[in-house]
């Protein structure tokens, strides 16, 4: 059973910045992707950004220039690095793990709760 371990969320003023983190349970060697979404009060969670087991990365439009996504020499841990924060982003981020096998299964995270005051 692959674990996602997130960390770094909190209350920030628009304007921060916040570093979250997740710590996944397997090895690089079982992950394809690993990716951020979040979910606002009465929305659908929506993705913020991924990572592959390339390197490769996508963002939402609304984070690009924003948000960074990156992973450590291990490879089970995943950053999400947020600047310019505002209001909009409050949400309650989860972290995602896609996994090598065949066919691909998903996990989650419990979720990191991240507040922006204006």
């Known amino acids: 059973q692959v674990q996602l371990v997130e960390s770094g969320g909190g209350l920030v003023q628009a304007g921060g910045s916040l570093r979250l983190s997740c710590a996944a349970s397997?090895?690089?060697?079982?992950?394809?992707?690993m990716r951020w979404y979040r979910q606002a009060p009465g929305k659908q969670r929506e993705l913020v950004a991924a990572?592959?087991?390339?390197?490769?990365?996508n963002y939402a439009d609304s984070v690009k220039g924003r948000c960074t996504i990156s992973r450590d020499n291990a490879g089970n841990t995943v950053y999400l690095q947020m600047i310019s924060l505002k209001p909009e982003d409050t949400a309650v981020y989860y972290c995602n793990l896609v996994t090598m096998t065949s066919p691909r299964a998903q996990y989650w995270g419990q979720g990191t709760q991240v507040t922006v005051s204006s």
């Open positions: 990572i592959t087991i390339g390197g490769g990365t």
């Open positions: 397997v090895s690089i060697f079982s992950i394809y992707a």
